[in-house]
């Protein structure tokens, strides 16, 4: 009976979390879902078309385009993300005082406004010819976005490794193992839930930048860095056509879905 009454406690405190959960989240997402198989096209009413919207995508060149260069991205972000915030933490472990301090510098960037941070980078940039060159223009957006979020995850990281046993490393020193060896061996065998949730957290970022590119490049040039967020954003507010920016936001809810699935059945089977 205790047990009972303490369910019930804790699900009325939750209650007004679920409602807002819903509210803002799941309904918009079947709103989407509604939308894209309809015609819906702002004061020109709606159909029902079925898959029409999702067999359209895939002749879509400019759909295609936006995908490639969304993985483009992803391939580029995620990785140097992870690199970047792991070597930090590991660092500022090392560091024997103003940790704190240094910890604050690190996630300034990751507090600050996007599209602030945007324009002030399109102004330092876009004297060096970056951002108007095809085959640079998407690395650099890249670097950007970890400069921006590589804080969020070196907090994650330095907390993990914060978790991880000093007596482990200890006797591995005392073993013999050199700085490499302790990392490799001891170190990043205890952070694998920390890396797994980093990596897939900023994968879902990655799959879904938009604001970076919307201030600094509009898209270009010659589409270049047109990302999948942006089609969405050009489909609907541009061209009008509800229907298949939708049905562009739930394919890459699909893709984002897939993509972490598949990481976390590689980190499952390479323990």
């Not at 996630?107 to 102004?123: D, E, I, K, N």
């Not at 229907?243 to 699935?261: C, M, Q, T």
Request: glycine residues 8%; charged residues 10%.
């Amino acid at each position: 009976m205790a047990r009972r009454r303490e369910s019930l406690t804790v699900l009325v405190f939750l209650l007004p979390v679920l409602v807002l959960f819903a509210l803002f989240r799941f309904l918009p997402m079947l709103g989407a879902v509604g939308l894209s198989v309809s015609d819906y096209h702002p004061g020109g009413g709606s159909r029902f078309v079925g898959a029409a919207n999702f067999r359209s995508l895939a002749h879509d060149e400019i759909f295609l385009s936006s995908l490639s260069t969304t993985l483009g991205y992803v391939a580029v972000y995620v990785p140097l993300t992870v690199a970047v915030a792991l070597s930090t933490a590991v660092l500022l472990h090392a560091v024997p005082w103003g940790r704190g301090l240094f910890r604050a510098a690190l996630f300034a960037p990751y507090a600050t406004s996007l599209v602030l941070s945007g324009v002030v980078w399109r102004w330092v940039l876009e004297p060096t010819g970056f951002l108007q060159h095809p085959s640079l223009v998407l690395p650099t957006l890249a670097v950007v976005g970890v400069w921006k979020g590589f804080g969020y995850a070196m907090l994650v990281l330095f907390a993990g490794i914060r978790n991880v046993p000093a007596d482990c490393l200890e006797a591995a020193k005392v073993d013999g193992a050199s700085a490499w060896q302790r990392f490799r061996h001891v170190l990043l065998p205890a952070l694998r839930p920390a890396v797994f949730f980093v990596v897939v957290v900023e994968t879902m970022a990655a799959f879904q930048v938009f604001d970076t590119v919307y201030v600094m490049t509009g898209g270009g040039p010659v589409r270049a860095s047109y990302t999948l967020a942006y089609a969405v954003y050009d489909y609907g507010f541009r061209y009008f056509d509800v229907g298949g920016a939708a049905a562009i936001g739930v394919a890459l809810w699909a893709i984002v879905l897939l993509v972490s699935l598949t990481q976390r059945r590689a980190f499952e089977r390479n323990p």
